[in-house]
């Protein structure tokens, strides 16, 4: 099984900064792409960032230019960097990520954080 957890949420004011960090742990032979989405009350939950295996990025249109994804390979993490916070960005943030489980096994399953609170609000 694969667990991940997200960390780092909480209540900022507007052009406030924070950093998510998503570690992944369990039975896992590699990690391919990880993602950082987000739903805010009343919404579909949105993709907001992607980073590729070996570090290729993308980022939703509403966020470029204030948000950075990053991860760390040796430590299975994924991490956010959100600046110049708006109210808009209120939302739970959840990663994902696909794993693939051993060596032998080839396809890969999409797991999925329990979420992380982010409050912009003065």
């Known amino acids: 099984q694969v667990q991940l957890v997200e960390l780092g949420g909480g209540l900022v004011q507007p052009g406030g900064s924070l950093r998510l960090s998503c570690a992944a742990s369990?039975?896992?032979?590699?990690?391919?792409?990880m993602r950082w989405h987000r739903q805010a009350p009343g919404k579909q939950r949105e993709l907001v960032a992607t980073i590729t295996g070996s570090g290729s990025t993308n980022y939703a249109d509403s966020v470029k230019g204030r948000f950075t994804i990053s991860r760390d390979n040796t430590k299975n993490t994924v991490y956010l960097q959100v600046s110049s916070l708006k109210p808009e960005d209120t939302a739970v943030y959840y990663c994902?990520?696909?794993?693939?489980?051993?060596?032998?096994?080839?396809?890969?399953?999409?797991?999925w954080g329990q979420g992380t609170q982010v409050t912009v609000s003065s």
């Open positions: 369990g039975s896992i032979f590699r990690i391919y792409t």
């Open positions: 994902n990520a696909d794993v693939q489980l051993s060596a032998a096994y080839t396809s890969r399953q999409t797991y």
